[in-house]
């Protein structure tokens, strides 16, 4: 095993200890660093933008940054993430039906998406229900 590949291992690792809430690169190079694994800044950047490129992750844009999150399917073409405004959370959703409609984007208006960056924003469950109980916030 090659350091690389030790590094995406680590990083992918840190990743998967946040769920479904994405992290940025700094926070995951501090975690990693606090655990012992010597990784620069610069080093945690490359292997995440490697791990996109190969679809084992997502990227999320947010305010200004880019934060990550694991993806749990290969098959990029019919998927996509749900971001709630409110708390950060993430999930993952895979339909079928989305390769058509991204196909249907490209044909219709030559628009190519790239699921492992799109992104629905709007209010989980849980935060939909603590507005609702007169606890949430928007």
């Known amino acids: 095993?090659?350091?690389?590949?030790?590094?995406?291992?680590?990083?992918?690792?840190?990743?998967?200890?946040?769920?479904?809430?994405?992290?940025?690169?700094?926070?995951?190079?501090?975690?990693?660093?606090?655990?012992?694994?010597?990784?620069?800044?610069?080093?945690?950047?490359?292997?995440?933008?490697?791990?996109?490129?190969?679809?084992?992750?997502?990227?999320?844009?947010?305010?200004?940054?880019?934060?990550y999150r694991p993806c749990p399917t290969q098959e990029a073409q019919g998927c996509l993430l749900l971001r709630c405004g409110v708390c950060g959370r993430t999930e993952h959703l895979e339909y079928p039906q989305l390769k058509e409609f991204y196909r249907q984007l490209e044909a219709e208006h030559g628009f190519r998406t790239d699921p492992r960056q799109t992104v629905l924003t709007g209010r989980c469950r849980l935060c939909g229900e603590g507005e609702a109980a007169g606890h949430g916030t928007v």
């Open 1 to 67: 095993m090659s350091y690389s590949t030790k590094q995406q291992q680590a990083i992918l690792q840190g990743l998967e200890r946040h769920g479904e809430t994405p992290v940025s690169a700094s926070e995951l190079a501090d975690e990693l660093r606090q655990d012992g694994c010597q990784v620069s800044l610069a080093t945690v950047y490359r292997q995440l933008e490697k791990l996109a490129e190969t679809g084992q992750i997502h990227r999320v844009a947010a305010d200004n940054a880019a934060l």
